[in-house]
């Protein structure tokens, strides 16, 4: 793991992120202390669409406004 300080990260910042996009971890120190991590997101699976139709019907009234009781639990 690189090490670099909080002003080599100002000004290097576009080279340290390509390098995490390699898949390498950064730490930047303050006054030789770290402080922060730059780490490469973790992608998740791939959302995809339509997988839960068929689960779950939505109902007519959906959009129609909320009754008055339930109103004012929000408003107290």
Same mark, same amino acid.
């Given at each position: 793991m690189v090490?670099?300080?909080?002003h080599?990260?100002k000004t290097?910042?576009?080279a340290l992120?390509r390098?995490?996009?390699?898949?390498?971890?950064?730490?930047?120190?303050s006054?030789g202390?770290?402080v922060a991590?730059?780490?490469p997101?973790?992608r998740g699976?791939?959302?995809?669409?339509g997988?839960d139709?068929g689960v779950f019907e939505?109902? =007519? *009234? $959906?959009? &129609?406004?909320?009754?008055?009781?339930?109103? =004012? *639990? $929000?408003? &107290?």
């Open positions: 090490e670099v300080g909080v080599e990260a290097t910042l576009s992120l390098r995490v996009a390699t898949g390498e971890e950064i730490t930047i120190s006054g202390r770290p991590r730059l780490v997101v973790q699976a791939e959302r995809v669409l997988r139709r939505l109902p =007519d *009234d $959906f959009d &129609s406004p909320l009754p008055d009781d339930v109103l =004012d *639990d $929000f408003e &107290s």
